[in-house]
């Protein structure tokens, strides 16, 4: 099946610094990637649609100056949370979607990403 | 707008009983309706889906309806075992909404033997 990875597993850092996620799609193509946050014992909410080639697409009251997205290639997508504080830390998700499938076609997840911000 | 009701977990059974985890919707438009399962310290991992009224999406014993009628898609499986033990989360996603998913709030459920 369908395998995405991220980069790196797990994180810790100093308020203040900026942190790197990234996400790739590893045996297929996605001109579309998705970001999520989960709080702990809470759902996934929806931060932003990344598009290859173009400017990601943010929810309501996500900054997008504070989560940077670039998705430079047809297999990388990647997060920056730009000076990083505490609230800030939450469980990060990608999922990407296979290019080359159909309107129905499943959104594959990434294992996350933890984020301890101190 | 768009919205997943999941029953409020933790549901804790034992090996081999019978569960049912309840899922309703709120959508506009012809959602495609999904279950995703998150293991222990893993990602999501697609379960089974529906992509329209009265199919039924199958996987691993687990079984789920698209009930346009009521608005639900439950999850159910015959006899669970220790390994089902994970979170499960109801999901749908709309086509004219560039396919955005939106999760239920994912019910925890543990198996013992």
């Known amino acids: 099946g369908a395998v995405v990875s991220q980069h790196p597993s797990r994180v810790i850092c100093k308020s203040g610094t900026s942190v790197k996620i990234e996400c790739r799609s590893l045996?297929?193509?996605?001109?579309?990637m998705f970001w999520y946050r989960q709080f702990p014992k809470q759902s996934l909410m929806l931060m932003a649609t990344?598009?290859?080639?173009?400017?990601?697409?943010?929810e309501q009251g996500v900054e997008k100056d504070k989560f940077l997205i670039n998705h430079a290639s047809l297999t990388l997508s990647t997060l920056t949370v730009t000076s990083a504080h505490p609230e800030d830390s939450s469980f990060y998700i990608c999922?990407?979607?296979?290019?080359?499938?159909?309107?129905?076609?499943?959104?594959?997840f990434g294992p996350g990403t933890r984020l301890l911000v101190l | 707008g768009d919205s997943v009701t999941q029953m409020e977990g933790p549901v804790t059974l034992s090996e081999e009983a019978f569960l049912t985890i309840n899922c309703t919707y709120t959508a506009t438009g012809y959602p495609s309706l999904f279950w995703y399962v998150q293991y222990p310290g893993e990602g999501l991992q697609l379960l089974l889906k529906a992509t329209k009224a009265d199919d039924k999406g199958s996987n691993k014993g687990f079984e789920a309806t698209y009930r346009k009628e009521t608005t639900s898609f439950h999850l159910e499986k015959g006899s669970v075992q220790v390994s089902d033990s994970a979170v499960y989360f109801c999901?749908?996603?709309?086509?004219?909404?560039?396919?955005?998913?939106?999760f239920g709030q994912g019910t925890r459920l543990t198996i013992n033997p």
């Open positions: 045996d297929f193509q996605a001109t579309t």
């Open positions: 999901a749908l996603s709309v086509p004219m909404r560039a396919q955005k998913l939106v």
């Open positions: 999922s990407a979607r296979d290019s080359l499938a159909g309107i129905q076609e499943t959104q594959y």
């Open positions: 990344s598009n290859e080639g173009s400017k990601a697409t943010y």
